[in-house]
């Protein structure tokens, strides 16, 4: 006999943006689903699209999922948000999700975990990252930019707090007493003066766009 996994699709809904079902059955241009709660629907095949195996379930890295689709990425994100794994990597991109609570996954002990390791060889986290780029600047000896963007209140000014940081505990032993790191740092409540507002999503918004240097010298430590 053959073994083969139930057809899956996720369909279209007002409530949940998409529910996955098994297809039972197929009239013509319709399919027949039962959804998880026992919930039977006929749903135009337009209004789906295919579920990967539940296996893929929480993969680290969405392009590890196949078929790929809107409803896909979401219900990965989904559920390794529900276990605070806020980091997912999307091919070359990392996605970083607000977890509106304080998870401790950017002490000076995860700095220490991600220093000089591969991709593959740990979790998905904007401080590997940012010593992606870090060591591709040392080895290549060319600059390296990175592009943090996403709607208000989505972290963009905290994620590149924690860029910085992590560069200044890696390369900032140049500086007398660790005091430049420190000034780095320090600079961001200045600028957040000048330009931060309060919306319905963030206390703190960002209306600006922000472009920040750092200049390293030949030992790959911060000059300024």
């Known amino acids: 006999f053959k073994l083969q996994d139930k057809r899956q699709v996720w369909v279209k809904d007002d409530e949940e943006g998409f529910k996955r079902g098994d297809v039972t059955g197929e009239e013509g241009n319709s399919l027949k689903v039962k959804y998880g709660?026992?919930?039977?629907?006929?749903?135009?095949?337009?209004?789906?699209?295919?579920?990967?195996?539940?296996?893929?379930d929480g993969v680290s890295d969405c392009s590890d999922l196949s078929p790929l689709n809107k409803a896909a990425v979401f219900h990965n994100l989904k559920v390794r948000y529900d276990e605070d794994l806020i980091h997912t990597y999307s091919g070359l991109f990392l996605v970083v999700i607000n977890p509106y609570h304080w998870i401790p996954i950017y002490t000076d002990e995860m700095v220490q975990m991600y220093r000089g390791k591969r991709r593959n060889e740990v979790h998905p986290h904007v401080f590997a990252i940012?010593?992606?780029?870090?060591?591709?600047?040392?080895?290549?000896?060319?600059?390296?930019?990175?592009?943090?963007?996403?709607?208000?209140?989505a972290g963009k000014t905290e994620n590149t707090k924690k860029v910085i940081q992590y560069l200044a505990i890696i390369a900032g032993k140049a500086s007398e007493g660790g005091t430049l790191e420190k000034q780095i740092l320090q600079a961001n409540?200045?600028?957040?003066?000048?330009?931060?507002?309060?919306?319905?999503?963030?206390?703190?918004?960002?209306?600006?766009?922000?472009?920040i240097r750092l200049q390293f010298n030949q030992g790959g430590m911060i000059a300024g």
């Open 130 to 153: 940012a010593d992606e780029a870090y060591r591709a600047m040392i080895q290549n000896k060319q600059n390296q930019s990175m592009l943090i963007t996403g709607e208000s209140g």
């Open 37 to 56: 709660d026992g919930g039977v629907a006929k749903v135009p095949k337009k209004d789906t699209v295919p579920a990967n195996p539940a296996k893929f």
């Open 189 to 211: 409540p200045m600028m957040e003066a000048f330009g931060n507002a309060k919306t319905n999503k963030n206390d703190n918004s960002s209306r600006f766009g922000k472009f």
